[in-house]
């Protein structure tokens, strides 16, 4: 099995921004997110391709946080959380 990666974790002031609006508790939004961070820095490629081929995006449902879809870019070094969005606000993923 190849190694993988040992990516730096990047989050853009829009990510951090939007992800505040969301959920004011930060120790309540990292818990809730840790899982999918673990899984994208492993395997970014879990995620889905949007309509910009360098821009990814993962939709998270969960019943303690509200519905996401989380936008990020990753490359070999790094993983960017560009932007975190509400399903609910129709912006849907570059369809």
């Known amino acids: 099995m190849p190694d993988r990666p040992n990516r730096a974790i990047i989050y853009e002031p829009q990510y951090v921004s939007e992800l505040e609006s969301i959920c004011p508790d930060q120790f309540r939004a990292d818990e809730c997110l840790q899982g999918l961070l673990w899984v994208l820095v492993q395997d970014p490629r879990q995620g889905f391709q949007s309509s910009d081929p360098d821009v990814w995006y993962f939709p998270l449902v969960r019943k ?28 849907g993923h570059g369809h």
């Open 64 to 91: 303690d946080f509200p519905p996401v879809y989380v936008f990020y870019t990753f490359n070999d070094e790094q993983l960017c959380f560009l932007s975190i969005r509400r399903l609910d606000e129709g912006n």
